[in-house]
């Protein structure tokens, strides 16, 4: 792994509000944990580049996600819908860590962002880990 230059984190679409940088924002979130990962910087990308996109699987240019993962050796996927989609186009070498965002209440358990970020360092720097 070159710095996660093989490595791209893959959400759903870029919100409908502007991007915060304040305290406790998923931007702030998603930093402090590139530095659990041991990333000074990411690749990212969305399925869709539209903010008002209505998250159904036939409504985003598959073929476009498909050509763009396909540069990557290593994809993160922000949380389980992205990952059952990507399945879904035949992509299953992957793993998923929830969504930084406030409002995902996954990541008020601590010992499981923790353990799902280690889970995810695994597979990007020794790919011992099974999608389950």
């Known amino acids: 792994m070159d710095n996660g230059r093989d490595l791209i984190f893959l959400g759903l679409n870029p919100s409908k509000l502007k991007v915060s940088i304040g305290r406790n ?7 402090e944990w590139l530095d659990v990962l041991g990333l000074e910087s990411a690749h990212f990308a969305n399925l869709s ?5 209505d998250m159904k699987f036939k409504t985003f240019d598959h073929e476009d996600v498909k050509e763009g993962l396909a540069e990557y050796s290593k994809i993160v996927t922000w949380g389980d819908k992205v990952s059952n989609y990507i399945k879904r186009l035949g992509i299953s070498n992957h793993c998923v860590i929830p969504h930084p965002s406030g409002l995902n209440r996954k990541i008020n358990d601590h010992k499981y962002v923790m353990h799902t970020l280690e889970k995810c360092k695994e597979y990007i720097y020794e790919n011992n880990y099974s999608i389950g």
């Not at 580049?49 to 996109?53: E, M």
């Open 25 to 31: 924002t998923a931007h702030v979130r998603f930093t």
């Open 49 to 53: 580049p539209d903010p008002h996109w």
